[in-house]
């Protein structure tokens, strides 16, 4: 997420960091006096082009930040009326303990070590099921070779590819084809 807001502009994660742009408005002052509207409330001055750039900066980072909350924490953030409050919840929220880190490493290696086509499903549903299997055990600091990874969808993929999982193990390639290029070859 860090990176994204970075990449939309450094003015935009400045905003995070920062929190809020409130311009400061003062009363218009001509000769040492406030100018007066019909004599009664005090002219303010407009906000400056910096005041508005990072006032936009801040809605891009507000909305951005919002938007890209994963949905089953949207009731954790959704009372935060700012980005920089947003931010600081889901770091505290996704910064893991030891213990926290370990748990997920054992439930990544769990699901990766357990993966299994469903019966009926089709072989796009399976890879699509199993690369997030991948991308968890990669965020949990896990990073499988190739031929691992191969090997495991390989063997997930159940008894009606048996004759297909012989042939391709056979092959030199399921060394160094990646995951994306292993599942291409296996529609051909």
Known sequence: MKRYLRRLGRDVWRSIEEGPHVPILSPVQTDGSTTRLGGGQPIWNHPTKDDLDK??????????????????????????????????????????????????????????????????????????????????????????????????????????WTTTKMIVQGDRKIHSLSLYKHYGELQA
């Not at 909305?63 to 931010?87: L, Q």
């Not at 926290?100 to 699509?128: R, V």
């Open 55 to 160: 006032m936009e900066n801040y809605a891009v980072a507000f909305y951005e930040i919002s938007c890209g909350v994963a949905p089953d924490n949207i009731d954790i953030i959704i009372n935060y009326k700012s980005a920089k409050e947003i931010w600081d919840v889901l770091k505290n929220l996704y910064k893991s303990s030891k213990q926290a880190q370990d748990k997920k490493l054992t439930t990544a290696l769990n699901e990766f070590n357990n993966f299994k086509a469903h019966i009926g499903e089709s072989l796009e549903d399976s890879f699509k099921r199993f690369n997030v299997v991948v991308t968890k055990l990669s965020d949990a600091g896990t990073i499988c070779s190739n031929h691992e990874t191969n090997l495991q969808f390989l063997n997930g993929l159940g008894r009606h």
